[in-house]
T-cell receptor, first 109, second 116 residues
Framework: GQQLNQSPQSMFIQEGEDVSMNCTSS?????WLWYKQDPGEGPVLLIA?????ELTSNGRLTAQFGITRKDSFLNISASIPSDVGIYFC?????????FGSGTKLNVKP | KAGVTQTPRYLIKTRGQQVTLSCSPI?????VSWYQQTPGQGLQFLFE???????NKGNFPGRFSGRQFSNSRSEMNVSTLELGDSALYLC???????????????FGEGSRLTVL
């Protein structure tokens, strides 16, 4: 099946630092999605990417759709305590969504 | 525009019982998916319904079932509950496969099931 490898698994950073996480796959995807999940809540869609090479920003968040269509990364600049949570990537192909295992972000004030 | 709504938010059951969870998708979304999330296991795909038909299915035993109604609302049922079924069950809706498919999936807040 199509699997996504998301890294790192967890991160501990200081407030104000920049953060980078990525997802890779051996399969090509038509769409990449990035989600954030707070404890006890459902994942919330942060950014959607539709074209290879596309770079999209949402406030302090920037995500890119890899040129090979097999990877994507998410950057968070100048992290703040409310960035704490689990970030998931998802690749979309043929009416199916494939999720990474998540990156748990911890931000120290 | 209302988001994906799941009920109940929390419930406690005992082993052997059965449970039904409900999901109302975003208006206009005909695709509804269900996921199980346990600590350390990420998001495990259960099944997806589109226009009242199960279109995709994950690797879960037959105790897990679902259905979708003509108004796109969906329910999932778990029979003969086991301790390992304790999890957050997430419903998500999308336009996937429809005329205006944007490829985006929107989640509800989840139903937290505890099996004692």
């Amino acid at each position: 099946g199509q699997q996504l490898n998301q890294s790192p698994q967890s991160m501990f950073i200081q407030e104000g630092e920049d953060v980078s996480m990525n997802c890779t796959s051996s399969s090509i995807f038509n769409t990449w999605l990035w989600y954030k999940q707070d404890p006890g809540e459902g994942p919330v869609l942060l950014i959607a990417l539709y074209k290879a090479g596309e770079l999209t920003s949402n406030g302090r968040l920037t995500a890119q759709f890899g040129i090979t269509r097999k990877d994507s990364f998410l950057n968070i600049s100048a992290s703040i305590p409310s960035d704490v949570g689990i970030y998931f990537c998802a690749g979309v192909n043929f009416n199916k969504f494939y999720f990474g295992s998540g990156t748990k972000l911890n931000v120290k004030p | 525009k209302a988001g994906v709504t799941q009920t109940p938010r929390y419930l406690i059951k005992t082993r052997g019982q059965q449970v039904t969870l409900s999901c109302s998708p975003i208006s206009g979304h005909r695709s509804v998916s269900w996921y199980q999330q346990t600590p350390g296991q990420g998001l495990q795909f259960l099944f997806e319904y589109f226009s009242e038909t199960q279109r995709n299915k994950g690797n879960f035993p037959g105790r897990f079932s679902g259905r979708q109604f003509s108004n796109s609302r969906s329910e999932m049922n778990v029979s003969t509950l086991e301790l390992g079924d304790s999890a957050l069950y997430l419903c998500a809706s999308s336009l996937l496969g429809g005329t205006h498919d944007t490829g985006e999936l929107f989640f509800g807040e989840g139903s937290r099931l505890t099996v004692l």
